[in-house]
């Protein structure tokens, strides 16, 4: 099985911004759609935004407008810009592959971790 490879993770401030990025070597990635997942403590993973083979993104109204996905196929890449940065945003970040019935595959990384506190 082929995992990610999470960085860029890191304490931040309150309204502060982060750059996340995430290798994944899957050999179908340029087909591929990609998420960024988040879990915090005592809560469930939850996927923040997820894009498609043609760069299609979506995101749930918890971070609409202050969180950015993006993708480098030539470099097998996935990136999560966030902005606007809140205390509730504190979890460990994931990347995946999403596979059949947009579920994430079951080969995770590491994560990095995020913590945003004054």
């Known amino acids: 099985q082929v995992q990610p490879v999470e960085s860029g993770g890191g304490l931040v401030q309150p309204g502060g911004s982060l750059r996340l990025s995430c290798a994944h070597s899957?050999?179908?990635?340029?087909?591929?759609?990609m998420g960024w997942y988040r879990q915090a403590p005592g809560k469930q993973r939850e996927l923040v935004a997820s894009i498609a083979s043609t760069g299609r993104s979506n995101y749930p109204d918890s971070v609409k407008g202050r969180f950015a996905i993006s993708r480098d196929n030539a470099k097998k890449m996935v990136y999560l810009q966030m902005d606007s940065l809140k205390p509730e945003d504190t979890a460990v970040y994931y990347c995946?592959?999403?596979?059949?019935?947009?579920?994430?595959?079951?080969?995770w990384g590491q994560g990095t971790q995020v913590t945003v506190d004054s």
């Open positions: 899957i050999i179908d990635f340029s087909i591929s759609p």
């Open positions: 995946n592959q999403i596979v059949a019935g947009f579920r994430p595959s079951p080969y």
